[in-house]
């Protein structure tokens, strides 16, 4: 009988993982909450399970989840992004009912998810580091500490929330007075969000190049990277655009960071596939950030790159088979960028166009590219889940290559029904400083006309929506 | 035989035309498409005729200026501008030439001095000859435009406009023209307007012999509508007795209250023995022939009634006129009275208002009031603000006398003596800012406008920002057939319509069905370059009205918070509502806070005062401009 693996996920990195089941010749359950039943990723599965009502509450619940992969027989969970990925507790609850969890264990996301623990580990290990505090203090004497170390490192600082991730609960702090009003709202927020008040601070690195390393561990002591990725385009955090590799010059600064990810991911006696991020500044020193315990959005650009399928290696680390290749086999090519198209309006905050029907949806493909989405004609965004669409990642021979490759891509798509980021790339992947890979994190605030566009920019578009006008009021309305 | 080059200085144009052996002809297709098509004739149409216009060697093409600025903005959606510049692409060879109302300049109203100028130099950067005239005579009205047209380098051509009656004789006719030529010297030429078409020919010649008698080396351009059928006798006239120049166009749209066709003009006056000086006449037939096909797109367009106008010597309504007054009369269901109107209330109506001229705005005063006394009941009863306007002389003074004083007394009220005395006389029109116009008009845009464009916003500021707006949204529309821009019905599913647009490309938009959802909600589909593309209507809402529900700004919401009506600043979740209805808060207290971006963010109070109505909960997801909560200022 064919293994069965549970995808605990929706959406297109349900689709992703369903693949990977499928190739390495197991069977995929997948999970649904009653408003994606319209989902693509329930009709690829072998088989679906509904978990309820939801919205996103079902996806959330450990027990359902579990109970669920008891009914189908499945022996091992794979979390994805988001959601349960980087929970301790779903972990542990997978292994307490003998179910394989795809991913770290239990207490290696429990430490790695704490930051200051993480801190610890890494300091320890050599690994260098942004100075900053343990968790703060309760109360006053915590404001007094963060006000001492504000003195010694000067603003502007972050404050961290220890349990956050995936760049949530940061905030940037610019003076005394806003760290007394912010530290208990931070607080009041982690709380909320991790379930964990603490919070710690960091010096602010200014306008650093975000620069993580893949990494795969497998259970024989076998840890080797990936290389680069180039994660400097984000908004608020948020990323927007994903290089492989890193666009820096400096080849023995890369492969000095590629090392330290490698040391640091042992320093943390890791297991599967995991990210390590580090902020470069301008003199080209480098902090290390964080490791994401699990598969990123932007994995795509690594495989494309290296040619690992990174998922299967996931499934086959947690099966305790030892990885097929060493570090040596890992041969970098070519460039490749993904572009997340999702159902979103950046001129306006990048608001969700929840509940807009997909009218049109025509895709690109070609040599090059690859797509992972999991929209299609018809589609309604749904209002109660992210708007990604689909995922766009192109890979050429040279940066340049790669960067007409992805306006073509671009191009290529007609999405009608709601408004798309596509416009938006359009305007990036034509900008000088991108096109010349000359980004930090601060590309998109000193980068504002890339805001600048028409949806129906074309003089056609704009004429055919008159001559409608003119169909649809059997006159034409402007010339009565 | 010399041909009239663009481009030439005016004391060359004039010299050329002083030394002519015979006539030359103002192709005035901007006059056929206002008297005969209501404006409506589009730049798609002239630049399919520009090739042959331009070789049919005309000493002008009469193509813009009149009524046609605005209803080029509003009802063409053309920018008068890049009309001429790409008719100037096509045609490098012709003259184009303008028709201006002096200070009314081709509005209803007099304009500051400041913009007058600054019209008609950017205008004169692409027209060559400027037709000015006053429906009053009154030749200060023009001086401005006199100025300004002789610094561009430009030909004034300074009109008289010519009616009939006692008091319309040579003599005061040729004193008029020499008011005109002390101040603009002779190296114009002089127009005879007969905007009406009135008069016989031989009146018409004796008028011409008359002038050219004093001043026989002005030149003479003769203006005329073909209202009552007779422009051609009257044109022979003009020839005959030494007129330089005759307004025609061009056959195969020609209707009845524009000018008459081109070639009959031409045909008659060669039996008499003159010669069309340059004229290509094949190239005349062959413009008739490129666009004739086009006509039928027009025919919503043209006049209520058809048929020749003789009584036009009656009600001397000028050609220009006569469609949109006969429109005016459908639409308002009076077509009926339309004999007692125009035969019986415009010529009384006329006579009692000083027998002056009736071109615009003159024209408009003297319908709208004969209209107002027929259907009104009481003559005089509903006074127009312009009516008013002109009996307290702010157009000018009146030419040959002053209406009798019971009509003041009506119009004006029973002190309207003491009126007169405060209010009378032309008024010195205080210059515009136009730095602050540009201003309002940037902030309007959103981008800092182009001069071209603050003449179109001072001229008609409404309709101007509309028509930028418009241009934003559908583009240059231009490009367009009639065929297209001007259906009715809709079109066939499957239709292709071909067009290029304004950069050259050629495109294809095949028609697809236009299904009605249950809502009552319309799609249209269409094929754009075989692109599958889709334009919902909002079911029954009028045209220009759909769209989302409103999202307010980021500017809006703090001026609102600033007002004590606190909104989201952004789309967000509400984690928690700090304060309780009844509780005071002063500025800068948290009253709020929202989650975006899984960030939260405190919402502060921009006013202190008493919460009085909590609208949002925690939890809520909010829009940008959602309802959070109401202060009330503290008393």
Same mark, same amino acid.
């Given at each position: 009988?064919?293994?069965?693996?549970?995808?605990?996920?929706?959406?297109e990195?349900?689709?992703?993982? =369903?693949?990977a089941i499928?190739?390495l010749?197991? !069977?995929a359950v997948a999970?649904?909450?009653t408003?994606?039943?319209m989902?693509?990723?329930?009709?690829i599965a072998d088989?679906?399970?509904? &978990?309820?009502? %939801?919205?996103r509450?079902?996806?959330?619940?450990?027990e359902?989840?579990?109970?669920?992969?008891?009914?189908?027989g499945a022996?091992?969970?794979?979390? %994805?992004?988001g959601?349960?990925?980087?929970?301790?507790?779903?972990?542990?609850?997978c292994e307490?009912?003998g179910?394989?969890?795809?991913?770290?264990?239990?207490?290696i996301?429990l430490?790695?998810?704490?930051?200051?623990?993480?801190?610890?580990?890494?300091a320890?290990?050599?690994?260098?580091?942004?100075?900053?505090?343990?968790?703060?203090?309760?109360?006053?004497?915590? @404001?007094a500490?963060?006000?001492?170390?504000?003195?010694?490192?000067?603003?502007?600082?972050?404050?961290?929330?220890?349990?956050?991730?995936g760049?949530?609960?940061i905030?940037r702090?610019?003076?005394?007075?806003?760290?007394?009003?912010?530290?208990?709202?931070?607080?009041?927020?982690a709380?909320?969000?991790?379930?964990d008040?603490?919070?710690?601070?960091?010096?602010?690195?200014?306008?650093?190049?975000?620069?993580e390393?893949?990494?795969?561990?497998?259970?024989? %002591?076998?840890?080797?990277?990936?290389?680069?990725?180039d994660c400097s385009?984000?908004?608020?955090?948020?990323k &927007?655009?994903?290089?492989?590799?890193s666009?820096?010059?400096n080849?023995?600064?890369?492969? !000095?960071?590629?090392? =330290?990810?490698?040391?640091?991911?042992?320093?943390a006696?890791y297991?599967n596939?995991?990210? @390590?991020?580090?902020?470069?500044?301008?003199?080209?020193?480098?902090?290390f950030?964080?490791?994401?315990?699990?598969?990123?959005?932007e994995?795509?650009?690594t !495989?494309m790159?290296?040619?690992?399928?990174?998922?299967r290696?996931?499934?086959n680390?947690?099966?305790?088979?030892?990885?097929?290749?060493t570090?040596?086999? @890992?041969?970098?090519?070519?460039?490749?960028?993904?572009v997340?198209?999702?159902?979103?309006?950046?001129?306006?905050d990048?608001m969700?166009e929840g509940g807009?029907? @997909?009218?049109?949806?025509?895709?690109t493909? %070609?040599?090059?590219?690859?797509?992972?989405?999991?929209?299609?004609?018809?589609?309604?965004?749904?209002?109660?889940y992210?708007?990604?669409?689909?995922k766009?990642?192109?890979h050429?021979?040279t940066? !340049?290559?790669?960067?007409?490759?992805?306006?073509?891509?671009?191009?290529?798509?007609?999405i009608?029904?709601p408004?798309?980021t596509?416009?938006?790339?359009?305007?990036?992947?034509n900008?000088?400083?991108?096109?010349?890979?000359?980004f930090?994190?601060?590309?998109?605030e000193?980068?504002?006309?890339?805001?600048?566009?028409?949806?129906?920019?074309?003089?056609?578009?704009? &004429?055919?929506r008159?001559?409608?006008?003119?169909h649809?009021?059997?006159?034409?309305?402007?010339?009565? | 035989?010399?041909?009239?080059?663009? $481009?030439?200085?005016?004391?060359?144009?004039?010299?050329t035309?002083?030394?002519?052996?015979?006539y030359?002809?103002?192709?005035?297709?901007?006059d056929?498409?206002?008297?005969?098509?209501?404006?409506?004739i589009?730049?798609?149409?002239?630049l399919?005729?520009?090739?042959?216009?331009d070789?049919?060697?005309?000493f002008?093409?009469?193509i813009?200026?009149?009524?046609?600025?605005?209803?080029?903005?509003?009802?063409?959606?053309?920018?008068?501008?890049?009309?001429?510049?790409?008719?100037?692409?096509?045609?490098p060879?012709?003259?184009?030439?303008?028709?201006?109302?002096?200070?009314?300049?081709?509005g209803?109203?007099?304009?500051?001095?400041?913009v007058?100028?600054?019209?008609?130099r950017e205008f004169a950067?692409?027209?060559?000859?400027?037709?000015?005239?006053d429906f009053?005579?009154?030749?200060?009205?023009?001086?401005?435009?006199?100025?300004?047209v $002789?610094?561009?380098g430009?030909?004034?051509?300074?009109?008289?406009?010519f009616?009939?009656g006692?008091?319309?004789?040579?003599?005061?006719?040729?004193e008029?023209?020499?008011e005109?030529?002390t101040?603009?010297?002779r190296?114009?030429?002089?127009?005879?307007?007969?905007?009406?078409?009135?008069?016989?020919p031989?009146?018409?010649?004796?008028l011409v012999?008359?002038?050219?008698?004093?001043?026989?080396?002005?030149?003479?351009?003769?203006?005329?509508?073909?209202?009552?059928?007779?422009?051609? $006798?009257?044109?022979?006239?003009a020839?005959?007795?030494?007129?330089?120049?005759?307004d025609?166009?061009?056959?195969?749209f020609s $209707?009845?209250?524009?000018?008459?066709?081109?070639?009959?003009?031409v045909?008659?006056?060669?039996?008499?023995?003159?010669?069309?000086v340059?004229?290509d006449?094949?190239?005349?037939i062959?413009?008739?022939?490129?666009?004739?096909d086009?006509?039928?797109?027009?025919?919503?367009f043209?006049?209520?009634?058809?048929?020749?106008?003789?009584t036009?010597?009656?009600?001397?309504?000028?050609g220009?006129?006569?469609g949109s007054?006969?429109?005016q009369?459908?639409k308002g269901?009076?077509?009926?009275?339309?004999?007692?109107?125009?035969?019986?209330?415009?010529?009384?109506?006329?006579?009692?208002?000083?027998?002056?001229?009736?071109?615009?705005?003159g024209?408009?005063?003297?319908w709208?009031t004969?209209?107002?006394?027929?259907?009104?009941?009481?003559?005089?009863?509903?006074?127009?603000?312009d009516?008013?306007?002109?009996?307290?002389?702010?157009?000018?003074?009146?030419?040959?006398?002053?209406?009798?004083d019971?009509?003041? /007394?009506?119009?004006?009220g029973?002190?309207?003596?003491?009126?007169?005395?405060r209010e009378?006389?032309?008024?010195?029109i205080?210059?515009?800012d136009?730095?602050h116009?540009?201003y309002?008009?940037a902030?309007?845009?959103?981008?800092e406008?182009?001069?071209?464009q603050?003449?179109?916003?001072?001229?008609?500021?409404?309709?101007?920002?509309?028509?930028?707006?418009?241009?934003?949204?559908?583009?240059?529309?231009?490009?367009?057939?009639?065929?297209i821009f001007?259906?009715?019905?809709?079109?066939?599913?499957? /239709?292709?319509?071909?067009?290029r647009?304004?950069?050259?490309k050629?495109?294809m938009?095949?028609?697809?069905?236009?299904?009605?959802?249950d809502a009552?909600?319309?799609?249209?589909?269409?094929?754009?370059?075989?692109?599958?593309s889709?334009?919902?209507?909002?079911?029954k809402?009028?045209?220009?009205?759909?769209g989302?529900?409103l999202i307010?700004?980021?500017?809006?919401?703090?001026?609102?918070?600033?007002?004590?009506?606190?909104?989201?600043?952004?789309?967000?979740?509400?984690?928690?509502?700090?304060?309780?209805?009844?509780?005071?808060?002063l500025?800068?207290?948290?009253?709020?806070?929202?989650?975006?971006?899984?960030?939260?963010?405190?919402?502060?109070?921009?006013?202190?005062?008493?919460v009085?109505?909590?609208?949002?909960?925690?939890?809520d997801?909010?829009?940008?401009?959602?309802?959070?909560?109401?202060?009330?200022?503290?008393?």
């Amino acid at each position: 009988m064919k293994k069965k693996i549970l995808v605990a996920n929706r959406g297109e990195i349900a689709i992703r993982l =369903t693949r990977a089941i499928q190739e390495l010749g197991c !069977e995929a359950v997948a999970v649904y909450e009653t408003p994606d039943e319209m989902s693509r990723h329930i009709r690829i599965a072998d088989e679906a399970i509904l &978990l309820g009502d %939801g919205p996103r509450c079902d996806y959330l619940n450990i027990e359902k989840i579990i109970r669920a992969a008891k009914k189908s027989g499945a022996c091992a969970i794979h979390p %994805g992004y988001g959601f349960l990925a980087e929970n301790p507790f779903f972990a542990k609850a997978c292994e307490n009912n003998g179910i394989i969890f795809i991913g770290p264990t239990a207490d290696i996301i429990l430490n790695l998810g704490n930051k200051v623990i993480a801190r610890n580990i890494m300091a320890e290990a050599g690994i260098p580091m942004v100075p900053g505090t343990q968790n703060l203090k309760q109360g006053r004497i915590g @404001v007094a500490e963060a006000l001492s170390f504000a003195a010694k490192y000067g603003y502007p600082t972050m404050l961290k929330a220890t349990s956050g991730g995936g760049g949530r609960g940061i905030r940037r702090i610019e003076s005394d007075a806003e760290m007394k009003e912010m530290i208990p709202v931070a607080r009041a927020e982690a709380l909320a969000a991790f379930n964990d008040d603490s919070v710690f601070l960091e010096k602010v690195v200014i306008n650093p190049k975000h620069v993580e390393v893949q990494i795969l561990a497998d259970s024989h %002591g076998n840890t080797l990277h990936l290389g680069t990725r180039d994660c400097s385009i984000q908004r608020r955090n948020q990323k &927007l655009i994903e290089i492989a590799p890193s666009m820096i010059k400096n080849r023995p600064l890369l492969d !000095e960071i590629c090392n =330290t990810a490698v040391k640091a991911a042992k320093a943390a006696n890791y297991l599967n596939a995991g990210t @390590v991020e580090f902020l470069i500044d301008k003199d080209q020193n480098y902090y290390f950030m964080e490791i994401n315990t699990r598969v990123q959005v932007e994995h795509t650009v690594t !495989e494309m790159i290296t040619g690992i399928d990174i998922v299967r290696n996931q499934i086959n680390i947690a099966f305790g088979k030892p990885l097929s290749f060493t570090q040596k086999d @890992v041969q970098i090519r070519g460039h490749a960028i993904e572009v997340r198209i999702n159902a979103e309006d950046p001129k306006n905050d990048f608001m969700p166009e929840g509940g807009k029907k @997909v009218s049109v949806y025509r895709s690109t493909g %070609g040599f090059g590219v690859r797509l992972d989405g999991f929209v299609y004609q018809g589609y309604v965004i749904p209002e109660v889940y992210d708007s990604l669409l689909v995922k766009l990642t192109v890979h050429g021979f040279t940066w !340049e290559e790669t960067v007409e490759r992805l306006k073509r891509c671009l191009h290529n798509f007609a999405i009608r029904g709601p408004k798309t980021t596509i416009p938006f790339y359009v305007n990036i992947a034509n900008e000088k400083d991108f096109v010349t890979g000359n980004f930090d994190t601060s590309y998109i605030e000193t980068h504002p006309h890339i805001f600048h566009y028409d949806e129906d920019a074309s003089e056609v578009g704009k &004429l055919a929506r008159f001559i409608s006008q003119i169909h649809y009021s059997r006159e034409n309305p402007f010339s009565k | 035989m010399t041909r009239i080059i663009q $481009g030439s200085p005016a004391k060359d144009i004039v010299a050329t035309l002083r030394q002519a052996k015979g006539y030359y002809i103002t192709n005035t297709a901007r006059d056929q498409s206002q008297s005969d098509f209501k404006n409506r004739i589009l730049l798609h149409t002239d630049l399919m005729a520009a090739e042959n216009r331009d070789k049919a060697g005309y000493f002008s093409l009469e193509i813009t200026g009149g009524a046609s600025i605005h209803v080029d903005i509003l009802r063409k959606q053309v920018d008068p501008f890049l009309k001429l510049k790409k008719l100037r692409e096509k045609m490098p060879n012709t003259m184009f030439q303008t028709l201006c109302r002096g200070v009314n300049l081709f509005g209803y109203r007099p304009y500051p001095q400041n913009v007058i100028r600054f019209t008609v130099r950017e205008f004169a950067k692409y027209v060559d000859v400027w037709r000015t005239f006053d429906f009053l005579n009154h030749v200060p009205n023009m001086h401005a435009v006199f100025e300004e047209v $002789g610094k561009a380098g430009k030909l004034n051509e300074p009109c008289i406009c010519f009616s009939t009656g006692p008091e319309h004789s040579n003599e005061y006719y040729v004193e008029k023209a020499r008011e005109i030529i002390t101040v603009t010297g002779r190296d114009i030429t002089l127009c005879i307007k007969n905007h009406g078409g009135l008069g016989t020919p031989k009146r018409i010649g004796e008028l011409v012999n008359a002038l050219k008698q004093k001043y026989a080396d002005v030149p003479i351009h003769y203006h005329g509508h073909n209202t009552d059928g007779n422009d051609v $006798g009257r044109i022979v006239e003009a020839v005959r007795n030494g007129a330089a120049i005759v307004d025609a166009a061009d056959s195969s749209f020609s $209707g009845f209250y524009g000018p008459p066709p081109v070639l009959t003009v031409v045909q008659t006056l060669k039996e008499y023995g003159f010669e069309s000086v340059g004229l290509d006449e094949e190239a005349v037939i062959a413009t008739s022939e490129v666009i004739r096909d086009q006509r039928q797109y027009y025919e919503q367009f043209e006049s209520q009634i058809k048929g020749f106008q003789p009584t036009v010597q009656i009600h001397k309504l000028p050609g220009g006129a006569m469609g949109s007054s006969l429109e005016q009369a459908a639409k308002g269901g009076f077509l009926d009275r339309m004999s007692d109107i125009l035969h019986k209330e415009l010529p009384r109506v006329q006579k009692e208002l000083g027998n002056y001229w009736s071109v615009t705005p003159g024209s408009q005063i003297l319908w709208t009031t004969a209209v107002a006394n027929v259907l009104g009941g009481e003559r005089y009863g509903n006074p127009s603000g312009d009516l008013r306007n002109l009996l307290l002389g702010k157009y000018g003074p009146f030419p040959f006398y002053r209406p009798e004083d019971w009509i003041y /007394e009506k119009v004006l009220g029973d002190d309207w003596q003491k009126v007169l005395e405060r209010e009378g006389g032309v008024d010195a029109i205080i210059d515009m800012d136009l730095a602050h116009e540009r201003y309002a008009l940037a902030e309007l845009l959103g981008v800092e406008p182009t001069d071209e464009q603050l003449v179109l916003y001072l001229q008609h500021p409404n309709d101007a920002v509309e028509f930028f707006k418009f241009s934003e949204k559908y583009g240059q529309v231009y490009v367009l057939s009639p065929a297209i821009f001007f259906r009715q019905g809709g079109f066939i599913v499957g /239709e292709k319509l071909a067009f290029r647009d304004h950069h050259g490309k050629e495109h294809m938009i095949e028609v697809g069905p236009s299904p009605v959802n249950d809502a009552g909600e319309t799609s249209v589909y269409f094929n754009v370059d075989h692109h599958p593309s889709i334009f919902n209507f909002k079911a029954k809402t009028a045209v220009g009205q759909q769209g989302g529900a409103l999202i307010l700004s980021k500017e809006e919401i703090l001026e609102l918070a600033k007002a004590g009506d606190v909104r989201s600043p952004f789309s967000g979740k509400i984690v928690e509502i700090t304060v309780d209805e009844g509780q005071e808060v002063l500025v800068g207290d948290r009253v709020a806070i929202m989650e975006a971006m899984k960030m939260q963010t405190p919402i502060l109070a921009e006013m202190g005062g008493i919460v009085t109505l909590i609208s949002a909960k925690k939890g809520d997801g909010l829009k940008p401009g959602g309802k959070i909560l109401k202060i009330d200022p503290n008393e």
